[in-house]
């Protein structure tokens, strides 16, 4: 079972939660960064942080059906974008809240970063997801 906890006392955060709980027995996944090439290995949307951004919430559904989980059941993220203006991160969380990951509301953090590992990347989400059982 998962607990979603807002902090009352904090700022409320408008579509994450400050922590997620995750009861003894649950199955987690550690995801490794979901970056915005296609099956190719080729860069979508070179120069567009938002078109990047939909290319790795794609690749996130995949990672988490391969691993018998789904947008849902994500409880951390932490998104990375290249640059250092707010206007172009809350871009990319726009596209973020956009795919159900708000739904959570997850445990996230969003980051302005100077570079990341492929060249022309401009997004990179990282997250922690809990696998439901499977259904019989």
């Known amino acids: 079972m998962i607990r979603r906890v807002t902090v009352p006392g904090l700022f409320p955060p408008p579509t994450y939660s400050h922590a997620s709980v995750v009861e003894a027995g649950t199955r987690l996944a550690?995801?490794?960064?979901?970056?915005?090439?296609?099956?190719?290995?080729?860069l979508v949307g070179p120069g567009d942080p938002v078109a990047q951004a939909g290319q790795v919430i794609a690749n996130l559904r995949e990672q988490l059906r391969a691993v018998g989980s789904d947008l849902?059941?994500?409880?951390?993220?932490?998104v990375y974008v290249v640059s250092d203006q707010p206007s172009v991160l809350s871009s990319v969380w726009e596209v973020v809240e956009a795919s159900g990951l708000s739904k959570g509301p997850h445990s996230s953090t969003l980051l302005g970063?100077?570079?990341?590992g492929y060249t022309g990347q401009l997004v990179e989400i990282t997250t922690t997801a809990a696998v439901p059982e499977a259904e019989q």
């Open 72 to 78: 849902e059941h994500v409880l951390v993220t932490e």
């Open 30 to 42: 550690f995801l490794a960064g979901a970056v915005p090439l296609d099956e190719r290995g080729e």
């Open 113 to 116: 970063v100077a570079c990341l």
